[in-house]
């Protein structure tokens, strides 16, 4: 899950990652084409509520971070975009789920309703937790009471 900022007169890459809980190595991967000045749009991730950022260290491994932090390594594979084979190279970020937060990838076929129900959530928060509901399969749905 993602925003767009537009980078104001002051602000510094740190200070972008403070105020969006993520870090400045998180904002430059995201934005590598990005001269960061002034009036620019970038990405931001909006992680706070949902998960958690880890930085890889020397000799990690999903499954080592998965079971760290108690989650399915597949989960956290999914949720960046990478293999559960894929080297994970240290000094960079990934995101971590949060306990509290349920998570699902959308599949043919899903109906609001069904995602809805899996989830044993409200709609209307379902709906207010996530900005953009298409239903296309792959799609990252979260949920938190």
């Not at 890889?56 to 990478?82: F, H, P, V, W």
């Not at 990934?94 to 069904?114: A, E, G, M, R």
């Not at 509901?133 to 749905?141: A, K, P, T, V």
């Amino acid at each position: 899950m993602y925003d767009v900022y537009q980078i104001m007169a002051g602000d510094t890459i740190d200070a972008i990652a403070n105020k969006f809980g993520t870090n400045s190595s998180v904002i430059r991967q995201l934005n590598p084409n990005s001269g960061f000045g002034v009036g620019s749009m970038i990405v931001v991730p909006v992680t706070n509520q949902y998960f958690d950022i880890y930085t890889i260290k020397k000799g990690d491994s999903l499954y080592e971070i998965a079971r760290k932090y108690n989650t399915d390594y597949n989960l956290l594979a999914m949720l960046n975009g990478i293999s559960t084979n894929d080297y994970i190279y240290p000094d960079t970020t990934i995101l971590v789920p949060k306990k509290d937060v349920k998570y699902y990838f959308t599949k043919d076929n899903d109906t609001l309703s069904s995602v809805n129900k899996l989830l044993g959530s409200n709609i209307n928060n379902l709906l207010r937790q996530n900005k953009n509901i298409y239903l296309r399969e792959g799609q990252l749905i979260v949920y938190k009471d």
